[in-house]
């Protein structure tokens, strides 16, 4: 079974500090990741994806992830943090060989503090 | 160009009533999913359509079932609402069957 999972519920960064989400996962096939961002009430926004190639993936308004096989793990990363980068992120799964569900995981809610 | 709308935006039910929740996915997107997001966990995936067929159903209940439409667009129905259905239904759209996923705002339910 996929499963997702994002060790911390908060994560707390001064304005100008790089910043880093965790995120983990399990399949049994080749995994596709992906990053979504959500405002308050509003729905998830994509931001970047690993389906193949590259270990290091650039996305939008300068986030980008790390694709580690051996850690089955895909860290979001920005070098700079803004203050309007202060939301919940998910990480999501999604297993090829057992269909195209994507599983998400529980979310870190990012504050960037000015 | 639009993105995907749901509607109705809020919408508050008593319990053992039934609703129905629509959704509007990306021009030329072919495939939708819905998702329920309770509070303080991340979306939990209930069905996928692509060109009309279902292709995917997550552990939920036989009271959740959904339907798309020639056009794409896609109704969820959840009958003989529990409290517990309280929630925010996220539907999603992509362009082709397991491209990312774009999701609309949100319907939120509320049952009392």
């Known amino acids: 079974a996929q499963s997702v999972a994002q060790p911390e519920d908060q994560v707390n960064v001064a304005e100008g500090n790089p910043l880093t989400v965790k995120c983990t996962y399990s399949v049994s096939g080749n995994p596709y990741l992906f990053w979504y961002v959500q405002y308050p009430n509003r729905g998830l926004q994509f931001l970047l994806k690993y389906i193949t190639g590259d270990n290091l993936v650039k996305g939008s308004y300068g986030f980008e992830a790390e694709f580690n096989k051996s850690q089955t793990s895909f860290h979001l990363k920005k070098p700079s943090a803004l203050v309007s980068d202060s939301a919940l992120y998910f990480c999501a799964v999604r297993d090829n060989r057992y269909g195209q569900n994507f599983v998400f995981g529980p979310g870190t809610r990012l504050s960037v503090l000015p | 160009d639009a993105g995907v709308t749901q509607s109705p935006t809020h919408l508050i039910k008593t319990r053992g009533q039934h609703v129905t929740l629509r959704c509007s996915p990306i021009s030329g997107h072919k495939s939708v999913s819905w998702y329920q997001q309770v509070l303080g966990q991340g979306p939990q995936f209930i069905f996928q359509?692509?060109?009309?067929?279902?292709?995917g159903r997550g552990n939920f209940p036989d009271r959740f079932s959904a339907r798309q439409f020639p056009n794409y667009s896609s109704e969820l129905n959840v009958n003989a609402l529990l409290l517990g259905d309280s929630a925010l239904y996220l539907c999603?759209?992509?362009?082709?069957?397991?491209?990312?996923?774009?999701f609309g705002p949100g319907t939120r339910l509320t049952v009392t």
């Open positions: 359509y692509y060109e009309k067929e279902e292709r």
């Open positions: 999603a759209s992509s362009l082709v069957f397991g491209g990312e996923q774009y």
